[in-house]
């Protein structure tokens, strides 16, 4: 299993995860729960009216969280935009249900991609897995 397929996985699994970002100087974190791969890379979704679409535009350093079965993951890295229309449908053709909310024309819809990843899957019986992307 490739590195970014397990990291996939493992937040899909989770259900839900949590995207850390920054605004000046205040963290900022909520539950997200989509977790796609599209041509290689790992995909995030939201809209552009959102306050996390301006930080990430701001300060596209982020950082992901998920807990399951005693194993939690760190994700580290930048989250850059892909503004292309094919990146947004395959996000909505792998999340049907986002569909009652967002449309890939509808100027709203916005896909981000993990650029130079770190995830750290960690737990209290087993040493850190670290792997990038």
């Known amino acids: 299993m490739s590195d970014i397929k397990k990291v996939a996985d493992f937040l899909k699994e989770a259900g ?12 900022r974190v909520r ?16 809209g552009k009216v959102k306050p996390v679409s301006k930080q990430l535009h701001t300060n596209p350093k982020a950082e992901l969280c998920a807990f399951k079965d005693g194993v939690w ?19 909505l053709d792998a999340y049907p249900d986002l569909r009652g909310m967002y ?5 709203n819809t916005e896909v981000f991609f993990l650029k130079d990843a770190t995830a750290t899957f960690s737990s209290f019986t087993a040493a850190p897995e670290v792997v990038k992307f």
């Open 16 to 27: 839900v995860y949590y995207l850390a970002t920054v605004e000046g100087d205040q963290p």
């Open 31 to 46: 539950p997200f729960g989509t977790a796609h791969i599209f041509e290689d890379r790992l995909y995030i979704q939201t």
């Open 73 to 91: 993951i760190r994700v580290t890295g930048e989250l850059v935009e892909d503004d292309r229309r094919e990146a947004r449908a395959s996000m």
């Open 103 to 107: 449309s890939e024309d509808d100027g």
